[in-house]
Every structure is written in C-alpha cells, then in structure tokens.
C-alpha cells in the first residue's frame, strides 16, 4: 500500500486590478512540474493541487466577488503559477422586467 503524502499550503496571494476589471493570483508551488498542476476554477471560488515528490502543495479558497471561469489564463515559471481571470458583469445574466 502506497504511503498517502503529506499535504502543504501553497502560499496564495489574490488581488483586485479594478483598472482593468481582473483578479489576479499569485500561487508559489516550486518544486512542482507544470504538466502535474491540477487547477480548477468555477465562477465563485478555485482548488488547486500541485504534487511534488516529498508532498503535495493544496489550496482552496472563495474569490472575493464573481468572476468568469473560462476567461482564466495561468502561467507557470520558476515556482510562481500566475491566473488571471475577468471579473464578472454584475447584471450579467439579469433578466428584464416588463413595466405595466
């Protein structure tokens, strides 16, 4: 039976880039080989799995505000991964009211 690792926080910082509509994160995983990070995003939050040898970086966490799943572009390089993603119309997706 093979031996479960242990599992560490990958150090995440997440902002807002109001000018130009975005949140950006910022995930330090070094050690890790791109082609084995698994990241997962939805509209509200991202899971992220990133296994080395010795152990597996995890993190999961809410965004602050909506945003567009498939807008996501990551960028792995020396140990930082990199995901950019547009932040969500709040009226997107709202339905018109008929006035009578």
Not at 4 to 20: F, G, H, P, Q, R
Not at 71 to 80: H, I, V
Request: aromatic share 8%.
């Amino acid at each position: 039976m093979a031996k479960e690792k242990l599992k560490m926080a990958a150090d995440v910082c997440s902002y807002v880039d109001e000018t130009k509509n975005r949140v950006h994160l910022e995930i330090c995983v070094p050690g890790v080989k791109k082609q084995a990070i698994q990241l997962k995003v939805r509209d509200d939050s991202f899971s992220l799995f990133a296994p080395r040898d010795d152990f597996d970086y995890v993190a999961a966490a809410a965004f602050c505000c909506p945003v567009k799943a498939s807008s996501a572009k990551a960028n792995y390089k020396d140990g930082m991964l990199k995901v950019s993603l547009k932040l969500k119309d709040p009226m997107e997706g709202a339905h018109t009211v008929a006035i009578h």
